[in-house]
């Protein structure tokens, strides 16, 4: 089985601009978690989808978002870049199972520098 | 909310010694796993590891849930192991709290 896939695997760009990241689960993965990892904060949580739907959310600002789509590929978008949003972007995916919460599989990772 | 601490911060081996890796979480969890990622950012599965006694070659994992900690071994360590060993736990939601990490450099 193929992994978790994210494009594009670098990415540069200037304040003020926005940017797209996405995400192909591991085949038959229904749940897609998105994660920043940066040298200060560590790896933190940004959101979970799951069928479509946001289930948790992280503490971060309104200019992160993200969707999920029937396929259960995802993108996460941040607008209005700033410089402290240089980081590594991890996707993760996961064969959620009723009440019971598996075994987390991680993408390459999307390391995004902004200028 | 939970709170995941690692020890030691960094470690530095010489090809062939053993080392043991430490998780301590702050409450309950559902699930705890152990990843190792690579110099180039990506996080590789070790082990999914709620509870209980796990080996995979070198490697293997131990995690008392009762007493909230959880342990990474490696023995006979070669340069291939060098890099970041993060533990995560989640409790109730996929959201996965990582620990701040142990850097361990081994050289030949």
């Known amino acids: 089985k193929a992994g978790v896939t994210q494009t594009p695997r670098y990415l540069i760009k200037t304040r003020g601009q926005q940017v797209t990241l996405s995400c192909s689960p591991i085949s038959g993965h229904r749940s897609v978690s998105w994660y920043q990892q940066t040298p200060g904060q560590g790896l933190q949580f940004l959101f979970e989808?799951?069928?479509?739907?946001?289930?948790n959310k992280g503490n971060f600002p309104g200019r992160f978002s993200g969707r999920q789509f029937s396929n259960s590929r995802s993108e996460m978008n941040v607008s209005t870049l700033e410089l402290g949003d240089s980081a590594l972007y991890l996707c993760a995916s996961s064969l959620f199972e009723g009440a019971r919460y598996n075994e987390q599989f991680f993408g390459p990772g999307t390391r995004l520098t902004v200028l | 909310g939970i709170q995941v601490e690692q020890s030691p911060p960094d470690l530095i081996l010489q090809e062939g010694a053993n080392s043991t890796l430490r998780c301590n979480f702050s409450d309950s969890v559902n699930n705890l796993q152990w990843f190792h990622q690579n110099p180039w950012g990506q996080l590789i599965n070790l082990f999914y590891i709620p509870s209980g006694t796990k080996q995979n070659g070198r490697l293997s994992a131990t995690t008392v849930a009762t007493e909230r900690y959880s342990l990474l071994y490696i023995s006979s360590s070669q340069t291939t192991d060098s890099g970041v060993y993060f533990c995560a736990v989640n409790y109730n939601t996929d959201k996965l709290i990582f620990g701040t990490g142990t850097r361990l450099q081994v050289f030949p």
């Open positions: 989808y799951f069928s479509e739907t946001q289930r």
